[in-house]
């Protein structure tokens, strides 16, 4: 997806409109724009555990892979679906955050069951997310990035940029944060920012009607180890300065 994501990014790219990100996550499509030479990303997000990660990743401290262990796993789960805030104490935001994604079926925020140790094409999900993030981090750290742990509307914006939005889903939850996300008011931040001139690119599963669809691409989810595969149509949109 991420190849398909970078050819509508591309023609505004080599225009020379700088790259924003403001909902990281697991920096797939970031990482990318900086495997093909872009410098200059401007990347956020509002969850300190992703934040925290890629700030280790990006700028030098090493995480300790030997954590991502089943105890601990559920250590951090412990109290609630949201996280133990003891263990992230204890530990920090980085290895918190490898263990509740990279451990987790999907890279969905701590299901039930600890998923490390489980085959995925013949290694590992442990030894995946950390050859995965090395390989990443490699990328942004020659990419003169700029990282944040603000939210969408508060990560500063040049004068001419392109924004790509990877946000939660609409009618899903998003079990890592406290906060509850306004696709509405996610969808006007846009439109806003549309009519001051920068590119702003969203990928959803729908859209605002206001909105314009640019790109279309068929799915495969499977949302716990076992139930069965589904199809959805992720969809790329934009606002046009309105």
């Known amino acids: ?24 996550g697991m920096a797939s499509v970031a990482s990318y724009v ?7 990303l401007t990347l956020s997000d509002a969850s300190p555990f992703v934040h925290g990660f890629w700030d280790a990743m990006i700028f030098g401290q090493e995480i300790d892979w030997s954590l991502l262990t089943e105890e601990n796993y559920h250590s951090l789960r412990a109290g609630n679906q949201r996280h133990n805030p003891e263990f992230v104490e204890r530990y920090g935001y980085a290895v918190a955050c490898a263990l509740g994604f990279g451990c987790s079926f999907g890279e969905a925020w701590l299901r039930s069951r600890y998923w490390g140790h489980r085959l995925q094409s013949g290694t590992t999900l442990i030894h995946k997310t950390e050859t995965t993030s090395r390989r990443k981090a490699s990328f942004l750290k020659n990419a003169e990035v700029e990282l944040y742990n603000l939210s969408y509307q508060d990560v500063p914006l040049r004068d001419k940029c392109l924004i790509y939005c990877d946000p939660p889903y ?9 906060e509850p996300f306004d696709p509405k008011a996610f969808d006007q931040w846009c439109r806003e920012r549309a009519r001051e001139g920068h590119i702003v690119l969203v990928s959803e599963y729908t859209a605002p009607p206001d909105a314009e669809i ?29």
Not at 1 to 24: D, I, T, V, W
Not at 170 to 178: F, K, N, P, Q, V
Not at 214 to 242: C, D, M, W
Request: with cysteine.
């Open 214 to 242: 640019i790109f279309t691409k068929p799915q495969k989810q499977t949302f716990s180890h076992n139930a069965k595969t589904s199809e959805r149509v992720e969809l790329v949109y934009t606002f046009r300065g309105l």
């Open 34 to 40: 900086a495997s093909q030479g872009h410098k200059g």
């Open 170 to 178: 609409r009618g899903t939850t998003c079990s890592y944060s406290a």
């Open 1 to 24: 997806m991420r190849k398909h994501l970078y050819a509508l990014l591309r023609p505004y790219l080599e225009q020379g409109y700088h790259y924003g990100e403001p909902f990281l």
